[in-house]
């Protein structure tokens, strides 16, 4: 058989690679999960922080594998990273699984995103009754300038990615696609017997020492599990359940368990996500924020009440200065009716009153107008004296005018 490792001989910021046994072997990943390490874009050094990188954890992981292990138990606590390593270091412990090796992942704290695909390459996972598992669909963090066609395309992209993850979830829970796609598409949280019962895990720890304890930073941009700080995905929302805590990036969080019993001052950090939890914890510090909220309530009270006296007299005081121009019953609805209004209001009001009542002025003079009947009376006719000739007294008249000078010529 190939000589084995010492113990601990492969030891990075986030994980660890040691021999339990003689024929097994146990991984630690805590960290983020990332394709490269990253480096800081202005010093082009590397960020400090936990990072499972992807060539770096494959090496090591070949390492332990060639070493003759027949069993290994991947230790988890991981918040995810990039999905296409969690993706290919999925199908590499598969890919022992299937060669023989028994893999076994335990959720020491939360296995969430691309953790909980590495969770479920294991053929035995195991949490603890605060282990957190989160499913969600992938998505991208992207700049600059796309067309329609371009954005269909990174969106196809993730559409690929997702349905790699419900295959994924699929071997390991057993749920048909749309209800995995449904768990996915809603971000799904799962803690403790919930992860076992939707089929993401197989069975409870029974450790007697179990004080795990899950917990964010205030600003929700880290995750302590058990003191472990890990770094929170952009855009990843954590539930309402998971307590924040005030800490620095130095300092590990402080955590105390429910089964502390012991009596020396711990230094702890208050837990309580609430008032009620706070009194039951911390009955002196519950009191004297109870008092300072009281005495905050009060002033701001005390300064809303007269800051809405002040307003109310300046109302009045504009509508008392334009109140001549306008109907009495107009500004005493706007002063103390149920729609009492400003002045500008009043103004407006009056304004439409004013339009309203020039428009029944002149309806009613048309309708006067139409019922007197006048727009039928028709014009009379100009008087006629002279009667109207007509042709036979034209001829006439002129036949008597032709006698008459025949006469006159005659001497008659």
């Not at 829970?173 to 809603?186: G, P």
């Not at 599990?225 to 402080?254: Q, W, Y």
Request: proline fraction near 3%.
């Amino acid at each position: 058989m190939t000589k084995k490792m010492a113990i601990n001989d492969i030891v990075r910021n986030c994980y660890a690679m040691k021999f339990a046994e003689e024929d097994s072997a146990e991984i630690t990943m805590y960290g983020l999960i990332v394709e490269r390490q990253p480096t800081d874009g202005w010093t082009n050094k590397p960020i400090e922080g936990d990072f499972i990188v992807q060539k770096e954890f494959l090496n090591d992981l070949e390492t332990v594998v060639n070493s003759g292990v027949k069993s290994i138990t991947f230790r988890m606590n991981s918040v995810g990273g990039n999905a296409d390593v969690a993706v290919l270091i999925h199908n590499r412990i598969r890919e022992l699984a299937r060669n023989g090796v028994a893999t076994t992942c335990i959720i020491d704290g939360i296995a969430a995103s691309g953790g909980s695909l590495i969770a479920c390459s294991c053929d035995n996972v195991i949490v603890n009754p605060s282990s957190m598992f989160m499913v969600h669909k992938c998505w991208a963090a992207f700049w600059g300038a796309y067309n329609a066609d371009e954005l269909r395309d990174i969106a196809s992209s993730l559409d690929a990615t997702d349905k790699q993850q419900v295959a994924i979830y699929r071997r390991k829970c057993e749920k048909t696609d749309a209800v995995i796609t449904h768990m996915m598409s809603k971000t799904t949280f799962l803690v403790g017997q919930e992860i076992i019962d939707e089929g993401f895990a197989d069975e409870m720890t029974e450790s007697t020492d179990n004080k795990l304890t899950i917990a964010a930073s205030a600003d929700k941009r880290f995750m302590f599990a058990n003191g472990h700080r890990l770094p929170i995905p952009s855009g990843m929302e954590l539930p309402d359940f998971i307590s924040t805590v005030a800490t620095s990036k130095e300092e590990p969080i402080k955590t105390k368990s429910a089964d502390d019993t012991d009596t020396k001052p711990k230094e702890e950090t208050i837990m309580a996500t609430n008032l009620g939890e706070l009194r039951t914890e911390n009955p002196e510090l519950a009191t004297t924020v109870e008092q300072e909220i009281r005495s905050a309530v009060s002033a701001d009270n005390e300064k809303a009440v007269s800051a809405a006296a002040a307003a109310e007299r300046q109302r009045l005081a504009e509508i008392d200065e334009i109140a001549s121009l306008f109907d009495s019953e107009l500004v005493k609805e706007a002063k103390y009716g149920e729609n009492a209004c400003s002045a500008s209001e009043l103004a407006l009001r009056a304004a439409k009153a004013s339009a309203k009542q020039g428009k029944n002025f002149i309806g009613s003079m048309m309708d006067d107008n139409k019922a007197s009947g006048a727009n039928e009376v028709q014009e009379s006719p100009a008087p006629n004296d002279a009667k109207t000739e007509t042709t036979e007294d034209v001829k006439a008249s002129a036949k008597a005018a032709v006698k008459a000078w025949k006469e006159i010529k005659e001497g008659k």
